[in-house]
């Protein structure tokens, strides 16, 4: 069928919003009707080269819409149905078995392999040349996208979802970090390098938990302030002149911190997260660094009982995952819609500059 999709030409340079080819599901796949996609720092670095998905093709991991149409062998959701489109996983791998997806062993391939599993391509230019597709399972940057339907998360009826879809990646790996990876005990000190989409997310999530310390550092006052009303305890600017994050962060708990996550992608910024928390402290690491960059700690206050743990999706399941987010959101527990700003897919390449330059927080992309 003829759809629109924002297709990832070449490297570095601008999406071209175009007509395009998707054939129908095959067995256990879904054609969802994208009714809204998140543009997700992973799709930017995606483009610029730093994971392996080869262009040309279509990008976007962050879609939420209508089941269009199921394949052969599909029973878990019907025409009609609301699903947000999860990570893919393979669900017989070792880790998959064992209750951890996001770790599947197929993971690399499975996001970025350009195709379907088997190696077939359902996506093409309307003058037949094959486009990559199936980005994280989904390559939503389009009004359909064609997914497993293993990795989709149905939702209710009533759900509200032109802004679920980042819940899928961005909102939920923050979240999830904290609340399935570190899972903050009562009183602890909980610091979050980085107040974009996933870091605020991070913040949002602490407030949920027993945790009385949460310091948020940025280079943007404005990204405080909010962290500041989505329940961070203090802040830190390292825009200020002198600014030490590790220091302050070491003078407002009295000593290293319990739990830093890394939710900047900046290589620079991962020492300082490590050198944030002490013994038995965690460092999560989150942000996804430009590809082939390497970090070095100290090695003895490593070795005296730190942790440092590289986390991706927030862990767990994405349909408990999700559907947690979705009900605390309702609930008005997790304000995450606070940090949407809708665009139209035709603007989509103005979208991944305003959340470059630090204009908005999560630009969604509504199809019309
Ligand atoms: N691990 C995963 O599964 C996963 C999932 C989603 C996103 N990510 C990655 O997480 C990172 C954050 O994503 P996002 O959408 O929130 O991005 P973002 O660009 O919205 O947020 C990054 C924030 O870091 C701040 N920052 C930059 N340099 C800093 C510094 N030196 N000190 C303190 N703060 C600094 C920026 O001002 C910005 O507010 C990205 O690298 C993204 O690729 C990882
Ligand atoms: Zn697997
Ligand atoms: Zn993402």
Request: hydrophobic share 40%; charged share 15%; with cysteine.
């Amino acid at each position: 069928m003829r759809v629109t999709a924002a297709v990832f030409e070449k490297l570095y340079k601008p999406f071209s919003v175009d007509e395009v080819e998707l054939d129908p599901p095959g067995p256990g796949e879904v054609l969802v009707q994208i009714v809204a996609t998140g543009v997700c720092h992973t799709d930017a670095i995606t483009r610029d080269g730093d994971l392996p998905f080869p262009p040309p093709g279509v990008l976007g991991h962050e879609g939420a819409g209508i089941v269009a149409e199921v394949g052969p062998g599909v029973t878990d959701v019907a025409v009609g149905d609301k699903v947000v489109i999860g990570w893919p996983w393979c669900g017989q791998c070792r880790n998959c078995l064992d209750g951890q997806p996001r770790y599947c062993l197929s993971l690399g391939p499975l996001v970025a392999g350009g195709c379907r599993p088997d190696g077939s391509m359902p996506l093409r230019r309307t003058d037949g040349s094959p486009l990559h597709s199936h980005f994280f399972g989904q390559s939503s940057f389009a009004t359909y996208s064609l997914c497993a339907a293993s990795s989709l998360v149905p939702v209710a009826a009533d759900a509200p979802v032109e802004i679920l879809g980042p819940l899928a990646c961005g909102i939920g790996t923050g979240a999830g970090a904290v609340l399935n990876a570190l899972r903050p005990g009562v009183g602890s000190s909980v610091v979050v390098y980085g107040a974009g989409a996933v870091g605020l997310s991070a913040v949002m999530a602490a407030g949920l938990t027993g945790a009385t310390t949460i310091v948020a550092v940025d280079r943007l006052p404005a990204r405080l302030s909010l962290a500041r009303e989505l329940g961070a305890t203090e802040t830190i600017d390292v825009s200020e002149a002198g600014a030490n994050p590790v220091a302050a962060v070491h003078e407002i708990c009295g000593g290293p911190a319990d739990f830093s996550l890394e939710c900047t992608g900046v290589i620079e910024v991962v020492r300082q997260a490590a050198d944030s928390v002490g013994m038995r402290g965690t460092c999560a690491l989150i942000g996804g660094a430009p590809a082939g960059a390497s970090f070095s700690l100290d090695h003895m206050s490593t070795l005296w009982g730190k942790r440092v743990i590289g986390t991706l999706g927030g862990e767990g399941r994405s349909v408990e995952l999700i559907g947690a987010l979705i009900a605390l959101n309702k609930q008005g527990r997790f304000p995450y819609d606070k940090l949407i700003t809708p665009f139209p897919l035709e603007s989509v390449n103005d979208a991944l500059e305003a959340s470059r330059a630090g204009d908005v927080i999560k630009p969604v992309l509504r199809m019309s």
